[in-house]
Nanobody, 124 residues
Framework: QVQPVESGGGLVQAGGSLRLSCLAS????????MGWFRQAPGKEREFVAA????????NYADSVKGRFTISRDNAKNTVYLQMNSLKPEDTAVYLC?????????????????WGQGTQVTVSS
């Protein structure tokens, strides 16, 4: 079992940047695909980005493509989400999750263990 813990959220002005981190405890981090999702008040949880076990494959939601970058460091049991050119509509709680399936995906059903989330607020 692995427990993800997110950090790095905060308040930033539109156009600014943040880097989120997700530390996943456990000795099997490299055996999991990792995903980032976000949830705004009153809205469903939505996919943001995912990365494969080795880091060789990534996938992004169209709304963040070209602005966000997902990466991982298996030696540090950590996955990152670099967010640039932030917009007010990016405001949400950002959660990371582990996935044990064969392929990375955008459905929450593909992910097993979830963190508590970190708040990102983008002011206009």
């Amino acid at each position: 079992q692995v427990q993800p813990v997110e950090s790095g959220g905060g308040l930033v002005q539109a156009g600014g940047s943040l880097r989120l981190s997700c530390l996943a405890s456990g000795r099997t981090f490299s055996s999991y695909n990792m995903g980032w999702f976000r949830q705004a008040p009153g809205k469903e949880r939505e996919f943001v980005a995912a990365i494969s076990r080795s880091g060789g494959s990534t996938n992004y939601a169209d709304s963040v493509k070209g602005r966000f970058t997902i990466s991982r460091d298996n030696a540090k049991n950590t996955v990152y989400l670099q967010m640039n050119s932030l917009k007010p509509e990016d405001t949400a709680v950002y959660l990371c999750a582990t996935g044990s399936g064969l392929y990375i995906g955008s459905s929450t059903a593909r992910y097993d263990y979830w963190g508590q989330g970190t708040q990102v607020t983008v002011s206009s």
